[in-house]
């Protein structure tokens, strides 16, 4: 039997599936629940197939293959041959499921491959006719010389450079050319299919938002698909973030940055300390970051107003080069949704005692006396015209 490991994905997925199907009560032959299925692959791809079985007891699994053209002179695989090229991932529950991967391919790995599965308690006796013994199912493996395809080398752009030009020549072919076309991380870049041998892709206007990895796809009337790729690169470009992040004390604080630019960066958050931008020191356990390609976050929990404002750089870094961005933080007091509420109640305190000091602070003629009559005081003319008088006399 080959021996057991990681389980890829895939195998997991079958493994899942199975062992929601209702177990047998009795002794069970052995079945196949999915078996192989015949694939045409190129030089240097890579193929897996699966075999899926079922019956009681669990059957055993193996695997077998046999040369083009000699479909009588099988030989059992184990995991490790061809250079450790094949891969055999076999697990048993309720349902027997194995996977077989070769990878590398080369010419002579074309053949019939053969799941066979038993249950038989006679199945490992060399008196036995393995043909009674064992269950089988093939699949048969094309592996076709890949296409030579000449392709432009890789590329670095510049901001505010000329324009770039991507070409791909397709030399040899298994078979007749049905169409070519570019992808850019991806995904199919519109109007560019055609029918020709040879296939070119302009960059107008070079940013970093154009570079990425870039492949030009030939397609084939009867055998797969072949591509090149050509990487055009560019230094990162931060194209959004936080310029400054205002919180009270006690909350949490986001700060965050994303850019263009291929290959994907590797991030940086720094803090600067003394006029200068030092990592950050998370011996308190309150800082997060999380990075993913071209965007990264900087999460600071339970702020504290002595501590944590100050200015925050991201730093994205590729082959080309390297680029920053700063962001301030500001931290206000646990009293700050009261300051308003604070200006508008000293603004009152200060204007009842402008008011109380002006009126202390009155001319007293303003004011009036108390022992004084309240209407008009009466002079008596006659006695003012006699005083005149006497003056002029005295003058004389």
């Not at 196949?32 to 009681?56: I, Q, W």
């Not at 770039?164 to 070519?180: E, I």
């Not at 949490?252 to 200068?276: D, I, Q, T």
């Amino acid at each position: 039997m080959p021996r057991s490991g990681p389980l890829p994905a895939a195998l997991s997925l079958l493994l899942a599936t199975t062992a929601l199907l209702p177990g047998p009560a009795a002794a069970q032959n052995a079945g196949f629940v999915k078996s192989p299925m015949s694939e045409t692959k190129l030089t240097g791809d890579a193929f897996e197939l699966y075999c899926d079985v079922v019956g009681n007891p669990t059957p055993e699994i193996q695997w077998w293959y046999a040369e083009v053209n000699r479909a009588e002179s099988f030989k059992q695989l184990w995991d490790g041959a061809r250079k450790r090229r094949v891969t055999i991932n076999t697990a048993y529950g309720a349902n027997g499921v194995s996977v077989l991967r070769i990878t590398r391919l080369t010419l002579e790995d074309s053949g019939t491959y053969e799941c066979r599965a038993s249950n038989d308690p006679r199945r490992n006796d060399l008196r036995q006719n393995p043909s009674i013994t064992w269950i089988r199912a093939q699949a048969t493996i094309s592996v076709l010389q890949k296409p030579r395809i000449n392709a432009s080398e890789d590329v670095v752009i510049h901001a505010h450079g000329s324009a770039v030009t991507l070409q791909c020549n397709l030399t040899t072919s298994p078979s007749p050319l049905s169409a070519s076309y570019w992808m850019k991380n991806g995904e199919e870049i519109p109007g560019t299919r055609k029918s020709s041998n040879t296939t070119e892709y302009k960059i107008l206007k070079p940013r970093a938002e154009e570079s990425g990895e870039y492949l030009c796809v030939f397609v084939f009337s009867n055998s797969p698909i072949a591509n090149a790729t050509i990487e055009v690169r560019a230094i990162p470009d931060i194209t959004g973030h936080k310029r400054s992040e205002n919180k009270n004390e006690g909350q949490e604080a986001l700060m965050y940055c994303k850019s263009v630019g291929f290959p994907h960066p590797e991030w940086v958050w720094r803090k600067k300390v003394n006029g200068v931008f030092e990592d950050i020191n998370n011996s308190s356990g309150r800082f997060f970051i999380s990075n993913k390609d071209n965007y990264t976050e900087l999460s600071i929990t339970n702020l504290q107003i002595n501590e944590d404002p100050g200015e925050y750089q991201c730093n994205a870094t590729n082959q080309v080069g390297s680029v920053s961005v700063t962001t301030i933080l500001r931290v206000r007091s646990h009293l700050a949704p009261l300051w308003p509420f604070l200006g508008i109640l000293a603004e009152i305190v200060i204007l009842v005692v402008i008011i109380v000091i002006y009126e202390k602070r009155k001319r007293p003629d303003e004011v009036p006396d108390d022992d004084e009559p309240a209407g008009p005081m009466k002079t008596n003319s006659t006695n003012n015209h006699k005083d005149k008088n006497l003056r002029q006399r005295n003058t004389n």
